[in-house]
């Protein structure tokens, strides 16, 4: 079954302790991307990556750091979380052409206390 | 990319056409228009895409206006589990302006009633 999975699905953590949220998928996507989800602001992009290696910031990376290594992992970073990162975070592919649909994983919601 | 405008909600009842509208008055002549939902809170689902033509497909229908400044998303029988929150999209469609994703903004609230 194709899909993006994401792991944890929640998680709470305090203030500085660093943490990765895992992103897979299984359809062999050329880019992928992470989103944060925050009430009343809708789906803010964090990272996007065009292929292996190759990565960028989004409208909101500050904080955030990712990495590329292999096409099917997309792992977001916070190398030392913060209250402002509470959030529910998205990852997402699509194959690299330019009419691609999003597929999205099930979300990860991350507390920061 | 062009700024899309939605109604914050909306109601429909059940077993009838669910249609919500989009308007994106600054949309260029390259730009693609999407629809994803997202269902309370799981992540986004693509429904639609469309350049110029009407478009349909087996979840939904898609009439885009002459002048594409418009758009309208037709769900033609509505079910419980239609109820979710539907965004619009307006994005280039070739691959190097495709990269940034928009933000996806506040979408419409459809609810279906029993």
């Known amino acids: 079954e194709a899909q993006v999975t994401q792991n944890p699905r929640y998680l709470i953590t305090v203030t500085g302790k660093k943490l990765t949220v895992t992103c897979s998928q299984n359809?062999?996507?050329?880019?992928m991307s992470w989103y944060r989800q925050d009430p009343g602001l809708g789906l803010r992009q964090i990272y996007y990556?065009?292929?292996?290696?190759?990565?960028d910031k989004g409208d909101v990376p500050e904080g955030y750091k990712v990495s590329r290594k292999e096409k099917r992992n997309f792992p977001l970073i916070l190398e030392s979380p913060s209250p402002n990162q509470t959030s529910l975070y998205f990852c997402?592919?699509?194959?690299?052409?330019?009419?691609?649909?999003?597929?999205f994983g099930e979300g990860s919601r991350l507390t920061v206390l | 990319d062009a700024k899309t405008t939605q109604p914050t909600s909306m109601d429909c009842a059940e077993g009838r056409a669910a249609n919500l509208p989009c308007n994106h008055s600054?949309?260029?002549?390259?730009?693609?228009v999407y629809w994803y939902r997202q269902i309370h809170s799981q992540g986004p689902q693509y429904i639609i895409h469309?350049?110029?033509n009407n478009e349909t497909n087996e979840m939904a229908s898609l009439i885009i206006t002459e002048d594409r400044k418009s758009s309208t998303l037709i769900l033609p029988h509505a079910t419980l589990r239609d109820t979710a929150v539907y965004y619009c999209?307006?994005?280039?469609?070739?691959?190097?302006?495709?990269?940034?994703?928009?933000?996806f903004g506040s979408g419409t609230q459809l609810t279906v009633l029993p």
């Open positions: 997402a592919s699509r194959t690299g052409g330019a009419g691609g649909e999003l597929f």
């Open positions: 359809m062999n996507h050329e880019y």
């Open positions: 990556s065009m292929n292996v290696e190759v990565t």
């Open positions: 600054t949309i260029s002549g390259n730009e693609y």
């Open positions: 469309g350049l110029k």
């Open positions: 999209i307006v994005r280039v469609g070739h691959v190097a302006g495709s990269a940034r994703q928009l933000t």
